[in-house]
């Protein structure tokens, strides 16, 4: 099994980088949208992302590559999908739906990279 250790240093850069990100989707959400969810559900799907790029390591070096590999692939997928939702502006279903969904296929995908121990 997996040894999965969080790095302070870097999870803390993590949160600096979402939290610029975030501001600047912010900006550029039409202010007719869901401000407060888009802003919080930007937030949340960036960290997340964003965390298994540089958050942490795992004993298996071959797995942690697969595991960024993954995490930085669908941390781009969700970036673009923010910017587009915050500059179209279009409503809270689609919003909810396409990036709860890509969220959970990211998830999905570590869990099965981490699982088999490539």
Avoid: H, Q
Avoid at 13 to 28: N, Q
Avoid at 69 to 78: E, L, P, W
């Amino acid at each position: 099994m997996n040894s999965f250790k969080i790095n302070l240093f870097t999870t803390v850069i993590t949160v600096a980088i979402v939290a610029l990100l975030t501001y600047c989707l912010y900006i550029w959400t039409d202010k007719e949208a869901n401000v407060a969810l888009f802003t919080t559900g930007n937030a949340l799907i960036l960290f997340a992302t964003l965390f298994g790029v540089m958050g942490f390591s795992l004993e298996s070096k071959r797995t942690l590559i697969m595991v960024r590999t993954i995490s930085a692939i669908f941390f781009i997928v969700m970036l673009i999908s923010c910017i587009i939702f915050c500059s179209v502006g279009t409503g809270n279903p689609p919003y909810i739906i396409v990036n709860g969904l890509l969220l959970l296929i990211y998830i999905l995908a570590i869990y099965y990279a981490i699982k088999a121990d490539v």
